[in-house]
C-alpha cells in the first residue's frame, strides 16, 4: 500500500556500506522502520541530515504487513528551521526525546493525539529562543498522559509522590516508591504549570525518578542515554 505522510525523525542505525535503518514516526500509519539505501554514498538522492532526531518530513513510503522494513520513495524537509539558538542544547535534548519516543511507541499503530503532541514538542523545542531548563521533565510527564499514567492531581497537596501508585500521599512508604519532600514539591509545581526554578542535582533526581516512574507503569527507558540530557540541562 502506497501512502503519503507527515512524519517525525526519531533515530537510524548504519546498515551496510551506504544504508541506513531508520525509525519515522508517521501520522498515517504510526511508528515505522525503513530501510533507507544508498543515503551514505558520495552522491545521494536522499540526504541523511533528514533522518536526524526530530526532523519534521513529508513521506511517500510504501507498507507492507509481511515486511518488517518498509521503503520510502520520497521523502523531504517539511519544516526548514534548524535547531540554531543554543543547538548543543536543543540537539541533545532532540536526542533525548527521540529515544524516549522509539522506546515507548508502538510499532504501526496510529495515534493522531500523540502524533500532534510530539509534533507541537517539536516546534516548541525549534522555535524556543531561550530554552526552558525544565523542558525535558514537563516532557516526560506530558507524554504520560497519552500512555495511560499521568500523576494524579486529586490529592495535589499531600506532600509525598507515591511512583508506583502514582499520586500524592501523607506519608512516605520508601524512598524507592516515594519522592523526597522538596522533589514532590517541584513535581507539583510542574503538574501545576507553574515555571519553577529547580537547582541542577534536583533536576538531574528528578528526571532520573520519572524514568523509574515509567519503568513502573510497564514503560522501561533502557539504553536512553541520560547522561547526554543532564549534562544539557545544566545552566
Known sequence: MKYQSRAIALTYIKQGESSIISKLFTEKMGLQTFIVKGVRSKNPKKKISYFEPLKILNINATFNKKNNLQYLSEISLLNNAELSAKKIQKSFIAFFIAEIGKN???????????????????????????????FPLKFLINLSKFLGFYPSTKEIENPFFNLEQGRFVREKSSSITCLKKNTSNYLRALLKGKNEFIPHEEKEYLLKKIMTYYKLHYYDLKGVTSHLIIASLRK
Do not use: A, P, R, S
Open 104 to 134: 515507548v511507541l508502538q510499532e504501526g499503530e496510529q495515534n493522531i493525539d500523540l502524533f500532534n503532541f510530539m509534533m507541537q514538542t517539536t516546534n516548541t523545542l525549534y522555535n524556543q529562543n531561550k530554552i526552558d531548563g525544565n
